[in-house]
């Protein structure tokens, strides 16, 4: 696996444990190193671009706290693990204390650390993003992207919100494609989407997107009913353009439909702070759109902003799903963000869900939160998608179809 790990931690034996165990795993880049001082030195060094870094907690000097704190500060975009033989309540609140830091929590490890627990949190680590899979080498050219929307081959692709309580279609995300002449296989957002936001032409593609979706919304609420809404994904660079709720609203009253009918996603790949993104913001609650915080968990937003900020649903980012139904304090974490999220008056969405066992885990949670993920259905084009709701329907549990 290609991977640059680094494991902070004062016990020279934990060390080689940690670097054996992902030897095993097929890890081929392992760091070691025993003080916080030195795991950040190392980091700003920028020798090493670390995916993953393995903290504990309890270190002589800068112990792990610190250190997750000064890795917030440098804006360290990999992920951490918290390692520690501490009293459960204390890791908890170390994982509290990091997911409303900038920085991104994969999960916490009790000690004895095993190789069966290392492979998971790599696991979680893979299925954060899909889209950090693709070879920058793949990535298409603006030319290649600026073709495609002129020539209309930014394709739109459905992927199901379903209600743990009832089982129904809540909204589908709309998720963008790129048809290239001379490959078979539908081009994926990560090939493109930042080529996008670099180069200023993400609202274009944006906008694209969802003139395709237009065309295809009737049939949607044919099959899915009219309470069915679609989430349409918008980088927080588009949120500087406070011209964009008027151009959305102008493209829908062209089709026929309502802001209601739509969730607006934006990502945390950002910081939404300025004037500009906050005014964007909250028009396009004013104008009548449900406004969705995506994978909340890895980036710029803490539990205080979303006080402030008008989100309607709040996306929880797939590391803290990904095998919940054996992580206690994933559990309980979680169980903490859903009792925040009922105060606040907003929908929850636990997103990636992929193993059957995190599926039953949530389907059986008395909480009614929105299920999206592989297991339930990857995305598809607009007949697939209507096939898939077919057979869904005939199944009156979520676990029926594991």
Not at 82 to 111: F, P, Y
Not at 177 to 193: C, K, Q
Not at 243 to 257: C, F, T, V
Request: proline share 3%; net charge negative.
């Amino acid at each position: 696996m290609e991977l640059n790990t680094l494991v902070v931690d004062d016990s020279q034996a934990m060390l080689s444990v940690i670097s054996e165990f992902l030897k095993n795993l097929n890890v081929t880049s392992c760091t070691c190193v025993e003080s916080g001082e030195d795991a950040l030195n190392l980091i700003r060094s920028g020798e090493i671009k670390f995916q993953l870094i393995f903290v504990d907690l309890n270190m002589p000097g800068m112990d792990g706290m610190e250190l997750i704190r000064l890795l917030s500060k440098e804006h360290f975009l990999g992920g951490v693990v918290i390692l520690s033989e501490l009293d459960d309540k204390i890791i908890q609140l170390a994982a509290d204390v990091t997911n409303e830091s900038r920085t991104h929590l994969i999960g916490c490890m009790s000690k004895p650390v095993t190789e069966e627990k290392l492979s998971i949190f790599l696991q979680k680590l893979k299925s954060l993003d899909h889209r950090t899979e693709e070879k920058i080498e793949n990535l298409l050219s603006v030319a290649e992207i600026e073709s495609a929307i002129s020539d209309k081959r930014v394709i739109p692709y459905y992927q199901p919100k379903v209600n743990n309580q009832t089982g129904e279609v809540e909204s589908l995300e709309l998720l963008a494609r790129i048809v290239l002449p001379n490959e078979v296989d539908a081009v994926t957002a990560g090939r493109f989407i930042g080529v996008a936001e670099e180069n200023g032409i993400i609202e274009a593609l944006t906008l694209s997107i969802l003139r395709r979706a237009m065309s295809e919304l009737h049939t949607i609420q044919e099959e899915f009913g009219s309470h069915c809404k679609l989430s349409l994904n918008i980088s927080p660079l588009t949120l500087n353009n406070k011209a964009l709720p008027l151009k959305l609203i102008r493209l829908l009253e062209k089709y026929g439909y309502e802001p209601s009918n739509f969730i607006i996603e934006v990502t945390e790949s950002y910081a939404i702070e300025n004037s500009t993104q906050l005014e964007t913001l909250n028009r396009l609650r004013i104008k009548g759109f449900d406004v969705a915080l995506d994978d909340y968990g890895t980036g710029y937003t803490n539990i205080q902003q979303l006080k402030k900020l008008p989100y309607t649903e709040i996306k929880i980012d797939r590391s803290l799903i990904y095998n919940i139904a054996n992580d206690k304090l994933s559990q309980v974490v979680a169980q903490s963000l859903f009792n925040i999220f009922d105060e606040l008056n907003v929908q929850v969405v636990a997103e990636g869900v992929e193993l059957p066992e995190d599926l039953i885990y949530l389907d059986n949670l008395q909480i009614p939160i929105i299920l999206q993920g592989y297991i339930i259905s990857k995305p598809k084009i607009i007949d697939s998608i209507c096939l898939w709701h077919r057979s869904w329907k005939k199944n009156s549990q979520l676990t029926s179809y594991i």
